[in-house]
Protein backbone atom coordinates (compact mmCIF):
# COMPACT_ATOMS: atom_id res chain seq x y z
CA UNK A 1 0.00 0.00 0.00
CA UNK A 2 2.03 2.57 -1.21
CA UNK A 3 -0.49 5.73 -0.66
CA UNK A 4 1.96 9.16 -2.05
CA UNK A 5 5.13 8.77 -3.12
CA UNK A 6 7.33 11.76 -3.77
CA UNK A 7 10.66 11.59 -4.77
CA UNK A 8 13.71 12.58 -5.13
CA UNK A 9 13.55 12.83 -1.11
CA UNK A 10 16.83 15.30 -0.99
CA UNK A 11 17.64 18.06 -3.59
CA UNK A 12 20.45 20.55 -4.01
CA UNK A 13 20.28 22.57 -7.30
CA UNK A 14 22.13 25.54 -7.84
CA UNK A 15 20.33 29.09 -8.44
CA UNK A 16 18.69 28.96 -12.38
CA UNK A 17 18.69 25.40 -12.46
CA UNK A 18 15.04 23.79 -13.36
CA UNK A 19 13.81 20.03 -12.08
CA UNK A 20 10.91 18.31 -11.55
CA UNK A 21 9.50 16.74 -7.96
CA UNK A 22 7.56 13.79 -8.42
CA UNK A 23 4.75 13.12 -7.06
CA UNK A 24 2.34 9.23 -7.65
CA UNK A 25 -0.61 7.82 -5.76
CA UNK A 26 -2.12 4.77 -6.25
CA UNK A 27 -5.37 5.49 -3.90
CA UNK A 28 -7.31 6.84 -7.26
CA UNK A 29 -7.73 10.33 -5.57
CA UNK A 30 -9.29 13.42 -7.69
CA UNK A 31 -7.59 15.90 -5.98
CA UNK A 32 -3.71 15.98 -5.39
CA UNK A 33 -1.94 19.55 -4.61
CA UNK A 34 1.68 20.51 -3.62
CA UNK A 35 2.35 22.26 -0.31
CA UNK A 36 5.84 24.14 0.97
CA UNK A 37 6.51 23.95 4.63
CA UNK A 38 8.65 26.39 5.58
CA UNK A 39 10.20 27.46 9.64
CA UNK A 40 6.97 30.50 10.97
CA UNK A 41 4.83 30.07 7.97
CA UNK A 42 3.40 26.20 8.37
CA UNK A 43 2.52 24.51 5.18
CA UNK A 44 1.18 27.04 2.24
CA UNK A 45 -0.21 25.60 -0.81
CA UNK A 46 1.26 26.18 -4.45
CA UNK A 47 -0.61 24.12 -7.21
CA UNK A 48 -3.61 21.91 -6.68
CA UNK A 49 -5.75 19.55 -9.42
CA UNK A 50 -8.66 18.58 -9.23
CA UNK A 51 -8.69 16.03 -11.87
CA UNK A 52 -6.82 14.70 -14.91
CA UNK A 53 -6.23 17.55 -17.00
CA UNK A 54 -7.22 20.28 -14.49
CA UNK A 55 -5.04 22.86 -12.34
CA UNK A 56 -5.03 25.95 -10.75
CA UNK A 57 -3.33 28.43 -8.35
CA UNK A 58 -2.47 27.92 -4.50
CA UNK A 59 -1.21 30.37 -2.36
CA UNK A 60 2.07 30.60 -3.50
CA UNK A 61 2.35 29.51 -7.18
CA UNK A 62 5.33 31.40 -8.90
CA UNK A 63 8.35 29.72 -9.84
CA UNK A 64 6.29 26.83 -9.81
CA UNK A 65 4.44 24.84 -12.73
CA UNK A 66 1.83 21.66 -12.57
CA UNK A 67 0.56 19.34 -14.74
CA UNK A 68 -1.71 16.62 -14.39
CA UNK A 69 -1.86 13.95 -17.06
CA UNK A 70 -3.01 10.91 -15.38
CA UNK A 71 -5.02 10.29 -11.89
CA UNK A 72 -1.95 8.98 -10.63
CA UNK A 73 0.44 11.50 -11.14
CA UNK A 74 1.43 15.09 -10.34
CA UNK A 75 4.67 16.51 -11.07
CA UNK A 76 6.26 19.81 -9.79
CA UNK A 77 8.28 21.68 -12.02
CA UNK A 78 10.52 24.65 -11.16
CA UNK A 79 11.68 26.82 -13.73
CA UNK A 80 14.53 28.23 -12.63
CA UNK A 81 15.29 27.85 -8.88
CA UNK A 82 15.70 30.74 -6.56
CA UNK A 83 17.12 30.32 -2.85
CA UNK A 84 13.65 31.32 -2.14
CA UNK A 85 12.41 28.11 -2.86
CA UNK A 86 15.07 26.31 -0.62
CA UNK A 87 11.93 24.94 1.59
CA UNK A 88 10.65 20.63 2.22
CA UNK A 89 7.55 20.11 -0.37
CA UNK A 90 5.00 18.07 0.07
CA UNK A 91 2.57 16.52 -2.06
CA UNK A 92 -0.90 15.45 -0.86
CA UNK A 93 -4.03 13.25 -2.48
CA UNK A 94 -8.08 13.58 -1.35
CA UNK A 95 -11.29 12.40 -3.00
CA UNK A 96 -13.27 15.16 -3.89
CA UNK A 97 -16.34 14.50 -1.96
CA UNK A 98 -17.01 14.65 1.65
CA UNK A 99 -14.62 11.91 2.37
CA UNK A 100 -11.71 14.02 1.39
CA UNK A 101 -11.37 15.71 4.88
CA UNK A 102 -9.30 12.70 4.89
CA UNK A 103 -5.71 14.32 3.56
CA UNK A 104 -2.64 12.18 2.45
CA UNK A 105 0.64 13.21 2.49
CA UNK A 106 3.93 12.10 1.17
CA UNK A 107 6.77 11.92 2.83
CA UNK A 108 8.27 15.10 1.71
CA UNK A 109 10.94 16.63 -0.46
CA UNK A 110 13.93 18.48 0.85
CA UNK A 111 15.12 21.08 -2.03
CA UNK A 112 18.20 23.43 -1.25
CA UNK A 113 19.17 25.93 -3.79
CA UNK A 114 22.62 27.76 -3.27
CA UNK B 1 -2.26 39.10 10.29
CA UNK B 2 -2.48 35.46 9.74
CA UNK B 3 -5.96 33.64 9.10
CA UNK B 4 -5.06 30.75 11.21
CA UNK B 5 -2.72 31.79 14.56
CA UNK B 6 -1.13 28.61 16.88
CA UNK B 7 2.07 29.25 19.26
CA UNK B 8 4.78 27.17 17.68
CA UNK B 9 6.34 26.44 20.97
CA UNK B 10 8.22 24.20 21.48
CA UNK B 11 6.26 22.94 24.05
CA UNK B 12 8.12 20.74 26.95
CA UNK B 13 5.86 18.30 29.04
CA UNK B 14 6.89 14.91 31.59
CA UNK B 15 5.29 12.01 30.22
CA UNK B 16 1.66 11.52 31.75
CA UNK B 17 0.57 15.23 31.90
CA UNK B 18 -2.21 16.72 29.81
CA UNK B 19 -1.07 18.68 26.83
CA UNK B 20 -3.30 21.23 25.50
CA UNK B 21 -2.58 22.39 22.11
CA UNK B 22 -4.57 25.64 21.11
CA UNK B 23 -5.49 27.78 18.02
CA UNK B 24 -7.02 30.65 16.73
CA UNK B 25 -8.53 31.93 13.17
CA UNK B 26 -9.69 34.91 12.13
CA UNK B 27 -12.27 33.60 9.31
CA UNK B 28 -16.17 32.97 10.86
CA UNK B 29 -16.85 31.17 7.73
CA UNK B 30 -14.71 28.08 8.48
CA UNK B 31 -16.51 24.80 9.16
CA UNK B 32 -14.39 21.93 9.05
CA UNK B 33 -11.72 21.23 11.43
CA UNK B 34 -8.75 18.90 12.03
CA UNK B 35 -5.42 18.09 13.83
CA UNK B 36 -2.42 16.87 12.13
CA UNK B 37 0.82 15.58 13.74
CA UNK B 38 3.58 16.07 11.85
CA UNK B 39 7.16 13.32 12.65
CA UNK B 40 9.98 14.95 12.38
CA UNK B 41 11.52 14.33 8.74
CA UNK B 42 7.46 13.39 8.13
CA UNK B 43 4.86 13.95 6.62
CA UNK B 44 1.71 15.30 8.07
CA UNK B 45 -0.95 13.02 9.16
CA UNK B 46 -4.30 13.31 10.16
CA UNK B 47 -4.94 13.00 13.55
CA UNK B 48 -8.96 14.51 14.50
CA UNK B 49 -11.40 16.01 12.20
CA UNK B 50 -14.33 17.85 13.51
CA UNK B 51 -17.43 19.34 11.68
CA UNK B 52 -18.65 23.29 13.09
CA UNK B 53 -18.79 23.37 16.55
CA UNK B 54 -18.59 20.93 19.35
CA UNK B 55 -16.18 17.70 21.07
CA UNK B 56 -14.44 15.03 19.90
CA UNK B 57 -12.96 12.24 21.52
CA UNK B 58 -10.80 9.68 20.00
CA UNK B 59 -8.82 7.36 23.10
CA UNK B 60 -6.27 9.69 24.66
CA UNK B 61 -7.00 12.28 22.51
CA UNK B 62 -9.90 15.41 22.29
CA UNK B 63 -10.80 18.08 19.96
CA UNK B 64 -12.59 20.79 21.06
CA UNK B 65 -14.61 23.78 18.71
CA UNK B 66 -15.59 27.12 19.75
CA UNK B 67 -16.98 28.58 17.10
CA UNK B 68 -18.35 31.74 18.92
CA UNK B 69 -14.52 32.50 19.67
CA UNK B 70 -12.89 31.23 16.98
CA UNK B 71 -11.02 28.88 18.75
CA UNK B 72 -10.05 25.32 18.65
CA UNK B 73 -8.02 23.09 21.25
CA UNK B 74 -6.54 19.77 21.19
CA UNK B 75 -6.20 17.77 24.50
CA UNK B 76 -3.48 14.71 25.03
CA UNK B 77 -4.31 12.83 27.82
CA UNK B 78 -1.73 10.60 29.73
CA UNK B 79 0.72 12.10 27.01
CA UNK B 80 3.76 9.66 26.08
CA UNK B 81 7.25 10.13 24.27
CA UNK B 82 6.24 8.83 21.17
CA UNK B 83 3.65 11.58 21.30
CA UNK B 84 6.48 13.83 20.77
CA UNK B 85 6.01 15.87 17.15
CA UNK B 86 4.65 18.84 15.43
CA UNK B 87 1.22 19.65 15.67
CA UNK B 88 -0.62 21.32 13.21
CA UNK B 89 -4.18 22.68 13.36
CA UNK B 90 -5.62 22.95 9.62
CA UNK B 91 -9.40 24.36 8.47
CA UNK B 92 -11.35 24.86 6.06
CA UNK B 93 -14.73 26.41 4.90
CA UNK B 94 -16.62 23.58 2.86
CA UNK B 95 -15.87 20.44 2.11
CA UNK B 96 -14.05 20.69 -1.11
CA UNK B 97 -12.06 24.07 -0.45
CA UNK B 98 -8.40 24.32 0.16
CA UNK B 99 -7.00 23.74 3.56
CA UNK B 100 -5.72 26.91 5.54
CA UNK B 101 -2.98 25.53 7.94
CA UNK B 102 -1.38 26.84 11.22
CA UNK B 103 2.32 27.56 11.94
CA UNK B 104 2.33 24.32 14.19
CA UNK B 105 3.34 23.78 17.55
CA UNK B 106 6.32 21.64 18.33
CA UNK B 107 5.38 19.14 21.20
CA UNK B 108 7.95 16.99 23.27
CA UNK B 109 7.14 14.58 25.78
CA UNK B 110 9.90 13.52 28.26
CA UNK B 111 10.49 10.40 29.48
Known amino acids: NAGVTQTPKFQVLKTGQSMTLQCAQDMNHEYMSWYRQDPGMGLRLIHY???????DQGEVPNGYNVSRSTTEDFPLRLLSAAPSQTSVYFC?????????????FGEGSWLTVV | QKEVEQDPGPLSVPEGAIVSLNCTYSNSAFQYFMWYRQYSRKGPELLMYTYSSGNKEDGRFTAQVDKSSKYISLFIRDSQPSDSATYLC???????????FGEGTQLTVNP
Open chain 2, 90 to 100: AMKVTSGSRLT
Open chain 1, 49 to 55: SVGAGIT
Open chain 1, 92 to 104: ASSHRDPSGNTIY
